[in-house]
């Protein structure tokens, strides 16, 4: 795939390149930390933790012993926090880390455009973010350089290429560009990979089919109105039940799950029937959808958003407010209503705005506790990947300090239950391990 082949070549040389077969087992022991282990109120007292490979293998008061043989790191803890890697649940690779303006750009190559997802990757996992969903863009290639250890990032889940209906949220064509469907010509987005343009049972499918013939690990479908579109109006309803079946029936059969992007009542509630197991956004809901969520089992993917910039057209400035104006009653709900709760941050085509990735999160305190919001962006939104079953490329549990779960791990200067805004500045972050792996340790 062309996207994979940059990616490899422009990593090529780096210091994570996997380890011969028969060099010895690599393990870390964390000596003297306190563990917030995903989903608990308090941190335990002081402990050691011992991963071997890329496994927790032990956790324990007394003093733990390696395995014979094995080639030990210990990282004295001083008493610090020793806490899961964080995960953002809705997340663009590539759209996030360059402007409109710069992906329309006629000097703006594929290999540009990834090259800056790649390095933006790389700044996830340095802001403490060891795993994220990919909602929507050309990840691929970034993700199967990261898993080979050419490229460093956070794991990710891939959804390929966004579907959308002609007119809906994906339909990123620009004034000029006309249908394919009647003028033969692919549009720039579908050309780079960001979007499909489908319409009709048949063209759902094929776009379903081909995303998973790619590796996506979950399929993502847009099913209503945007905030950050000049085009799509936030009330439209989009996709029939009929093509929306189509995509969940296209991704049921490779043992995966649908997710839309919606926000009001009637697309959540279409999403709903035909079968979608994840809803992303729906700050517009009434309190009877948000209940309806929770009967059904249906996850609700939110976030916190900021308005849009004072240089957007006025009408994605409106759209925008109008969805943050909703948002204090959609986490209210809920919660109240025991909703299974994702939690993400969505930027989009504005790179300045990254590094405030991990900042987003202390927008939560609105709503939540510092142990609620941690377990949020932790423990709870590790739940949503078992729904990728045989497609989840990272099986193993996530989001979670305990015997046998994947060892990403982060090591706080500071109690972050007692005082979250800790987590918002990465200087504060003094180990951050991927997978068995320290990629960064300023305690050396
Ligand atoms: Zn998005």
Redesign the pocket.
Known sequence: MRSAVFVLAMVAGCAHAQAPANSPVQAVLFENVRVFDGKSERLTPPVNVLVVGNTIQSIGALPITAPAGAEVTRIVGNGRTLMPGLIDN?V?VVMTASTQAEMVDPQATFTSIEAKGAEEARQMLLRGFTTVRD??GPSFGIKKAIDSGQAVGPRIYPSGAMISQTSGHGDSRLPTERSRRFFGKPSIGEELGFNFIADGRDEVLTATRENLRFGAAQIKVMAGGGAATAYDPLDVTQYTLDELKAAVEAADDWNTYVTV?AYTVKSVRRSIDAGVKVI?HGQLLDEDTIKLLAQKGVFLSLQALDPAPPTAPANVREKKDEVIRGTDNAFKWAKQHKVKLLWGT?F?FLPSQNKNQARDILKLKQWFTPPQALKLVTHDNAQVFALSGPRNPYPGKLGVVEQGALADLLLVDGDPLANLDLIADQKNLVVIMKDGKIYKNTLK
């Open positions: 809705h663009h909602l929507g992007h992303e969505d989009l």
